[in-house]
Each structure stands twice: as C-alpha cells, then as structure tokens.
C-alpha cells in the first residue's frame, strides 16, 4: 500500500508540471496583445473593393474607388460611416480599424481629426453638438478637429 502512493505521487510528480505548462501556454495564446494568427487575421486589400476589409462595415464595403492607399480607403469608409449615421459610430469604426490593422496608426491623428472637422459640417457648424460625440480616440484628435 505505501509503495503504491509513493507510485501515485511520483505519477502525479512527473505529470503535473507538463500539464500546468500545457494549459498556461494555450491560454496565453489567446490574449488581446498578441497579433492575431493565420484565420484571425483579416487582410485590408485596398486595391479590391469587393471585400469589406478591416474596419469596413458591409454598407461602405466596395465604395472606396480602387487603386487608394489603405489610410485613404480607411478615411473614405470613416467619412461614408459618419455621414451615413453619425462621428460616434465613425470613431468606433476609426478604433476598430487601429486596434486591427496597426500600421494604420501613424494616420490615426489624422483621422481623427478630420472626422471631427467632418462632424461640424454636418450638424452645420455646431460646435457643441459635434463636440458631444467626443473621446478619447488617437489622443482626442476628434476633439481637436471639433475646435479648429
């Protein structure tokens, strides 16, 4: 009898660091800092317009002309989203294509600040209605572009 729980511990001594190793590895891969891998990845091609793309919504999918740059097809599609339904929904759009494509950050600022320019059009200059739909997206160039 003592020899077989000595047999047991050794078992579960042996088996338990490869388990814990195993199941701490998997659940590391998973994580929302790491860049996603093989069918997670979603690929702009911003030279088709047939396929919504990163950060597209299916209603601006295929209406950036071919041929444009992935930052600019990005502002067609954040320009299209604002005036179809309003800067909130651009500016998750906006976070949305960051947080997926992140070498589309440099431009982020830029966008940003563009869509705020954009929201003051459309609400016909008001500044405080179009400073409403402010956050903190790309360091509050929104805000920015809501102002000035």
């Known amino acids: 009898m003592k020899q077989l729980v000595r047999r047991i511990g050794q078992t579960v001594a042996l088996t338990l660091p490869v388990v814990l190793v195993t199941t701490g590895t998997l659940a590391v891969t998973r994580v ?3 860049p996603p891998t093989g069918l997670d990845q979603q690929v702009v091609a911003a030279s088709s ?3 919504a793309g990163i950060g597209r919504s299916t209603a601006t999918a295929g ?3 071919d041929g444009l740059a ?3 097809s990005l502002r067609v ?4 989203e604002l005036r179809a339904k309003n800067p909130s929904a651009a500016l998750d759009l906006l976070e949305r294509s960051m947080r997926e ?3 589309l950050t440099p ?17 016909q200059g008001d500044v405080q209605r179009a400073r409403s739909f402010a ?11 809501v102002t000035g």
């Open 107 to 123: 431009y982020c600022t830029s966008l940003a600040t563009e869509l705020g320019k954009a929201a003051v059009h459309k609400y």
């Open 77 to 80: 599609a954040l320009l299209d």
């Open 49 to 51: 317009g047939d396929g």
């Open 32 to 34: 929302p800092w790491a």
């Open 63 to 65: 209406k950036a002309p």
């Open 101 to 103: 494509q992140p070498s």
């Open 135 to 145: 956050r903190p997206v790309c360091d509050g160039s929104f805000a920015a572009g």
């Open 70 to 72: 992935p930052q600019e």
